[in-house]
């Protein structure tokens, strides 16, 4: 009987981190819930020069995506591989090309959505925190009431 089918290696993101940091670079970090705040302290903490005000400490990253720290006088510069809601310079729930988080968007921020009224965007925020996070657009079809028309008219304007 081998132990390794039953231990659970911890996941593992790579995560880019530049900007006004002390140690700029590519870090591995482990865990099911990392925030912008675990990749700048891995990164070796702020540096004098930051500027948080557009930043979003709190805001969970992913494996692959890059966390832009401005300094002081810098425009945010929006990126596509940023996570949303830290210095991308987008909203937390939407990214460079204006597409809304399906992840992070509030109730009202979906009712923007075409065909989204309010019972719809509850039932989203509903089935992320029941079901987990989507990882894949196409994932809004685990929503009751969106079937692939629906989804058709919204997967140009959504990402996650």
Do not use: W
Not at 29 to 40: C, P, W, Y
């Amino acid at each position: 009987m081998t132990s390794s089918a039953s231990e659970e290696a911890p996941a593992i993101a790579r995560i880019h981190v530049d900007g006004a940091v002390a140690n700029p670079g590519v870090y591995e970090l482990s865990g099911e819930d990392i925030r912008v705040t675990d990749a700048v302290e891995a990164a070796g903490g702020l540096t004098g020069e930051a500027d948080l005000t557009s930043v979003n400490l709190a805001a969970q990253v992913r494996d692959a995506e890059k966390v832009h720290i401005p300094a002081q006088g810098e425009v945010p510069e929006a990126s596509a591989g940023s996570p949303t809601g830290t210095a991308s310079g987008g909203s937390a729930t939407s990214n460079s090309e204006g597409l809304i988080d399906i992840n992070r968007a509030s109730a009202e921020e979906l009712c923007e959505l075409p065909g989204v009224g309010e019972a719809t965007a509850q039932k989203i925020i509903a089935e992320r925190e029941s079901g987990g996070p989507f990882s894949s657009p196409e994932d809004l079809m685990r929503v009751s009431g969106i079937g692939e028309k629906k989804f058709a008219s919204l997967k140009d304007l959504i990402c996650v």
